[in-house]
Every structure is written in structure tokens, then in C-alpha cells.
């Protein structure tokens, strides 16, 4: 079954940014779709839990330069 999460990032400041997120995100193995809202400052991802958790994501945005302040 699919997950759902929303993670809260710091740093996006221009729609580059909110490309890099989503794109760093969407390479990692599990992931079905990641959509961010740059003005909102979210990020939005579906993900198959039997092969990939949230803790992989946040480290892979904060890999890329972002931090993730908040997980809901
Ligand atoms: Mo936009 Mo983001 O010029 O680190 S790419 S601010």
C-alpha cells in the first residue's frame, strides 16, 4: 500500500529550488510521486513504504541543500 507524507522545507526560495526538491525526491527508489508547493514551502510525496521511509526522503532534501523543519 502507498504512504502519504508532507515534510516542511526551509530554503526553497525560487521555483529552482522547488524543481530540485522534487526531482531529488523522485529519483529515490520507492517513490510513486512528489509534488512541492513552493509558496507554501512543502513538499508533498507518495511512496511505497515497503521500500523507503521518511527518514531516507528528509536526508536526501537536506543532501541537496534544503532542511526539513517539520514531518506530518
Ligand atoms: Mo533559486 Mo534555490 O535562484 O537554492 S535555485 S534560490
Redesign the pocket.
Known sequence: DMCKVIFRVK????S??AS?VEKTVKRLHGIQDASVALLDGTAQVVFYPAFINEQAMQTAIEDA?FDVVEIK
Open positions: 530554503g526553497m526560495e525560487c529552482a529550488c530540485s541543500g
